[in-house]
């Protein structure tokens, strides 16, 4: 029992630095890559920011600084990744859709979102994103779409889409991914609303 124990805290603290900080890297050399003039002080405030994520993952805190106002926080996580090659767009991600997601469901997914934002900077060459956030009744979608090449036949996910899954399953949701007809991939995200945060 203790050593499954050691073994499911070590998963779950290796699944925190990919998710966390190996994603923070990224985006961090991404915007580095592909701007051309680099102001200093917003730099600096991302990095301190992902140094204090890595230190509150070394002391076991869930807690993610600066995951307060979510539609703001979601907005610039996933415009952090349009540039002169991609387009981004974002519909639906207002205080309204936030205030029915408890506060473990905006933490998950802002973790999935990134992994999403990712693997499209890394496989897509998407020209084009769009993702569209909205609720009906007692149920919570996001809906993501490009125009990138897809995924192949077969297509084996790696750790970050496993752990996208994952994620959207422990919070009793469901995630489905789809290749589009004229290319592209669509991957649509449903999750259960609690009771008392919906009108």
Request: aromatic share 8%; no cysteine; glycine share 6%.
């Amino acid at each position: 029992e203790n050593e499954n124990a050691i073994r499911t805290a070590r998963l779950k603290t290796s699944q925190k630095v990919h998710d966390v900080v190996a994603n923070g890297l990224y985006g961090i050399m991404n915007e580095l890559e592909h701007s051309d003039n680099i102001e200093r002080e917003p730099l600096v405030n991302k990095i301190e920011r992902l140094y204090e994520q890595s230190r509150n993952i070394s002391y076991e805190d869930n807690t993610y600084p600066g995951m307060i106002v979510y539609d703001t926080q979601i907005h610039n996580l996933l415009t952090s990744f349009a540039n002169s090659e991609t387009k981004v767009i974002v519909v639906g991600n207002q205080e309204t859709f936030w205030k029915n997601i408890t506060a473990l469901q905006k933490q998950e997914l802002q973790l999935v979102l990134h992994e999403i934002m990712i693997n499209m900077k890394k496989h897509s060459q998407a020209k084009n994103v769009s993702i569209v956030f909205k609720t009906e009744k007692n149920q919570g979608f996001i809906n993501y779409k490009d125009d990138g090449v897809g995924f192949s036949p077969g297509h084996p996910f790696g750790n970050g889409l496993n752990s996208t899954v994952n994620r959207i399953k422990s919070l009793n949701g469901a995630i489905n991914f789809e290749k589009k007809e004229k290319g592209g991939v669509s991957i649509m995200i449903s999750l259960p609303l609690e009771p008392t945060n919906y009108d």
